[in-house]
């Protein structure tokens, strides 16, 4: 059973440009949470989605930040116009109804 | 506003030594609190957890003690093994928050030495 997969692992970004990171939950899965780690800081929750509905988002930027968890394929996170505040590790993190929740290995947006 | 004050930041023990990390909260509400290990490079992974319903959970070397009254928690890492060399991040959640939604800890970076 593979575990949350996210890519991509490290993204480059010029500021403005736009950051999609994908998050494929555990099999059997279908809560999925998103946090940001900022170096030498804990995790921040940002979102939690379960399939096709944002369930609570009150950890999202109110602007540039969206996220969605499709019916069919990953949950994506989507940064536009990104600045160099936006560099940070990016967790996905999932679980089952009551279950363990289980983090990806992160992926690391550099904002230059 | 960090909801849960984690400390140290950092700490350097020796092999078979004893590691421990303290966390306070403020919110009374909590009440789940997971500790959670992370290795460079890697997403963390959850190590203990305990409720406030009991003062002391142990699982091999690790053993979390909980002081209601103080609104305080530790992570004891007994024997201490070059292997445990991680960052520590505590947590904690509310009943009304939705199950994974925690206030973590700024961390603290373990260092076993041989």
């Known amino acids: 059973n593979a575990g949350v997969m996210q890519n991509p692992r490290h993204l480059v970004r010029r500021r403005g440009q736009e950051a999609r990171l994908r998050c494929s939950p555990m099999?059997?899965?279908?809560?999925v949470y998103w946090y940001r780690q900022l170096p030498e800081e804990g995790l921040k929750f940002m979102v939690y989605?379960?399939?096709?509905?944002?369930?609570?988002e009150s950890g999202m930027p109110k602007e540039r930040f969206s996220a969605e968890f499709p019916k069919e394929g990953p949950s994506i996170l989507r940064i536009q116009q990104v600045v160099r505040g936006d560099s940070a590790a990016y967790f996905c993190?999932?679980?089952?109804?009551?279950?363990?929740?289980?983090f990806g290995e992160g992926s690391r947006l550099t904002v230059l | 506003q960090q909801q849960v004050k984690q400390s140290p930041q950092s700490l350097i023990v020796q092999k078979g030594g004893i590691s421990i990390i303290n966390c306070a909260y403020e919110?009374?509400?909590?009440?789940?609190f997971p500790w959670y290990q992370q290795f460079p490079g890697k997403g963390p992974a959850l190590l203990i957890a305990?409720?406030?319903?009991?003062s002391e959970k142990k699982e091999g070397r690790f053993t979390i003690s909980f002081n209601k009254s103080a609104k305080q928690f530790s992570l004891h890492i007994m024997d201490s093994q070059p292997g445990d060399s991680a960052t520590y991040f505590c947590?904690?959640?509310?009943?009304?928050?939705?199950?994974?939604?925690?206030?973590f800890g700024a961390g603290t970076q373990v260092v076993v030495t041989p």
């Open positions: 993190a999932s679980r089952t109804g009551t279950g363990e929740l289980f």
């Open positions: 099999k059997g899965h279908s809560h």
């Open positions: 989605l379960q399939k096709e509905n944002i369930i609570d």
């Open positions: 919110n009374t509400a909590f009440d789940y």
């Open positions: 305990i409720r406030p319903d009991v």
């Open positions: 947590a904690a959640s509310t009943k009304t928050d939705s199950w994974g939604k925690f206030q």
